[in-house]
């Protein structure tokens, strides 16, 4: 991984909002990005790519990009104090097993036939409305 620039990406709020993921470093294989537009840190995004070489006698790539997004919730404590904490995260990391011997436009299409399927009503009620639509 020679650069590392910032990734803009939208949500799907009915206004949708850019979250802008800045460079933060690369540690070996890994490109780490992260969203600081959260006022609190701990409430900071977090975006990470690795692309790890075949092992000895292996021949197949693993590349591996996860996203964090912390949900932050606002209390005030009994000495009057605001207190934000981390309620949860959601996460999703997504996997590909990548032979040396693949061709590019097969790994082309393996991103792509994700995208599709990430695109698909059935997964769709899946994720978001944690059902089952089939």
Do not use: C
């Not at 409430?43 to 021949?59: D, I, W």
């Amino acid at each position: 991984m020679s650069a590392i620039a910032n990734i803009a990406v939208p949500d799907a709020e009915s206004t949708p909002v850019t979250h802008t993921f800045a460079p933060r470093r690369i540690d070996g294989d890994t490109g780490k990005w992260q969203n600081r537009a959260p006022a609190s840190p701990i409430g900071y995004e977090n975006l990470s790519a690795t692309l790890r070489p075949p092992v000895a006698n292996g021949n197949t790539y693993k590349q591996t990009v996860q996203l964090d997004v912390p949900k932050l919730k606002t209390y005030t404590d009994p000495s009057g104090n605001v207190v934000t904490t981390v309620d949860y995260v959601h996460r999703v990391e997504v996997s590909f097993m990548l032979p040396a011997a693949g061709l590019l436009q097969e790994r082309k299409n393996l991103r792509k036939l994700l995208l599709g399927i990430l695109a698909d009503s059935q997964i769709i009620d899946q994720i978001e409305n944690l059902g089952n639509s089939f």
